[in-house]
Nanobody, 121 residues
Framework: EVQLVESGGALVQAGGSLRLSCAVS????????IGWFRQAPGKEREGVSC????????YYTDSVKGRFAAASDNAKNTVFLQMNSLKPEDTAVYYC??????????????WGQGTQVTVSK
């Protein structure tokens, strides 16, 4: 069974850092790309980042470039999202999702349950 479980969300002050984890099971990270998404109250879900272990690529939405970094631990089948210089507008529920291919093609199949990130002023 394919499963993704996020963790690491917390309440943090503006300027602080958090590292989110996405533990996957039922497949290995070289089989499918992993995307990070977020959804703030009253807003649409937004794509934040994508990592493809297969071709060693990462992508970021403009608002997080230079502040967020995606990485993987293939031995642990876990993807991380390191978030630095956090801003109140980063407050959202963060989700990871498995792509339908090993590349960041912007098509998603299986989603995690989400983890709450709250950034206070």
């Amino acid at each position: 069974e394919v499963q993704l479980v996020e963790s690491g969300g917390a309440l943090v002050q503006a300027g602080g850092s958090l590292r989110l984890s996405c533990a996957v099971s039922g497949f290995t990270l070289d089989e499918y790309a992993i995307g990070w998404f977020r959804q703030a109250p009253g807003k649409e879900r937004e794509g934040v980042s994508c990592i493809s272990v297969s071709d060693s690529s990462t992508y970021y939405t403009d608002s997080v470039k230079g502040r967020f970094a995606a990485a993987s631990d293939n031995a642990k089948n876990t993807v991380f999202l390191q978030m630095n210089s956090l801003k109140p507008e980063d407050t959202a529920v963060y989700y990871c999702a498995a792509g339908v291919t090993e590349f960041c093609d912007d098509e998603w199949d299986v989603w995690g349950q989400g983890t709450q990130v709250t950034v206070s002023k």
